[in-house]
């Protein structure tokens, strides 16, 4: 799928043009996140020594500078997301995210220059292990082996503590990352900057975010109903919550994904479209930002009754969308993936 919003060539500046012009440096805006600070998971420590244990042992450490640092704070991330969690689930969250970001490989693989026929292959040939059979299988290289058997590590502990049910919704949820990854691989081939109508549609799928929301049942070991779930409501509260972790990590990626030539960013599209310089972007994202945070809070003030029972797990997914939001914040604001230099 490629952007196909009416914009003459003339009008749109190349991606390759559009980050290689000079910035000055800022600061990023201040965001809005009224939520309350929730405490680590009390086994902090322990989940972070399992994590880099987990990933070593599976090949998923880059020998380079940093990457022990980079786990540890992905591992952080899961003790702050899901302070509540059994320690069991927990781990398998934490390796999932480190298995998820090691290394970016999907988005270097298209920035490297890998067509969008190549990412649907390498994505689809490894979630095959969870169920989402896309492509025939052809004979991978050791990257792929090595995702792929550190994936089928994962599921099978998530099958272990898991429903049916919720696999399949997970799976569905893996299928809208994977065409995700090529819509913006498809982009990366052309050098096009998406419209921003286009990006936040997609901005959904890329941001893996309905995965994570899956693991909050997961962890709390409750399941909401898939007509709750797609109740307007309730779909567009989780959507929004999706919203403001996905800008939130645009803008804080920024210099990140900038240095790396990559367009997909909130930022770069609003420079792209509405004529901003990079500064003035970054704070109209913040603005798009802080209109979702405001969006969901008057959202979930407004929610149905479904009985006492789903209302009673319902209260549970929303806390841990808020408990994500802003344990995203906090941080987005001290990884090194973000900040470089950081421990």
């Not at 998820?100 to 990412?119: F, H, M, T, V, Y």
């Not at 058997?149 to 893996?174: E, G, Y």
């Not at 990590?249 to 609003?270: M, P, Q, T, Y």
């Not at 009754?305 to 549970?316: C, N, T, V």
Request: glycine share 4%.
């Amino acid at each position: 799928m490629v952007d196909e919003a009416v914009h003459s060539p003339e009008m749109r500046r190349s991606a390759a043009a559009l980050l290689g012009t000079a910035h000055p440096a800022f600061a990023f805006p201040p965001l809005l996140c009224p939520f309350a600070a929730v405490p680590n998971h009390p086994a902090v420590e322990e989940l972070i020594e399992h994590t880099i244990e987990w990933t070593t042992a599976r090949g998923l450490l880059p020998d380079e500078p940093g990457a022990v640092a980079k786990a540890r704070s992905h591992g952080m991330l899961a003790a702050r997301c899901y302070p509540a969690a059994p320690f069991d689930r927990l781990a398998i969250i934490s390796d999932f995210i480190n298995w998820l970001l090691s290394d970016d490989a999907c988005e270097n693989l298209s920035l490297d220059g890998a067509p969008p026929r190549e990412i649907h292959r390498f994505l689809s040939r490894i979630y095959t292990v969870i169920g989402v059979p896309d492509v025939q299988l052809q004979n991978g290289d050791s990257r792929d082996e090595l995702f792929t058997q550190a994936l089928r590590d994962i599921w099978s502990r998530i099958t272990r503590a898991s429903t049916p049910q919720w696999r399949r919704r997970f799976a569905s949820h893996v299928r809208n990352y994977i065409e995700g990854c090529v819509w913006e691989a498809a982009n990366r081939q052309v050098e096009q900057v998406p419209s921003r109508a286009v990006y936040l549609s997609m901005r959904s799928y890329t941001s893996g975010m309905y995965m994570l929301w899956d693991f909050i049942e997961f962890t709390g070991d409750f399941l909401l109903p898939d007509t709750v779930l797609e109740d307007p409501m309730i779909a567009e509260l989780a959507r929004t919550a999706n919203m403001v972790v996905a800008l939130s990590n645009d803008i804080f990626s920024l210099h990140k994904e900038a240095l790396n030539g990559d367009v997909h960013n909130i930022v770069i599209v609003l420079q792209q479209e509405e004529a901003l310089t990079r500064e003035e972007a970054c704070f109209r994202a913040a603005g798009l930002h802080d209109a979702q945070v405001r969006h969901y809070c008057a959202l979930e003030k407004l929610l149905p009754s479904f009985g006492s029972e789903i209302d009673r797990d319902l209260a549970r997914y929303c806390e841990g969308m808020r408990v994500w939001m802003r344990a995203n914040d906090d941080w987005s604001r001290a990884t090194p993936r973000y900040n470089p230099g950081r421990p």
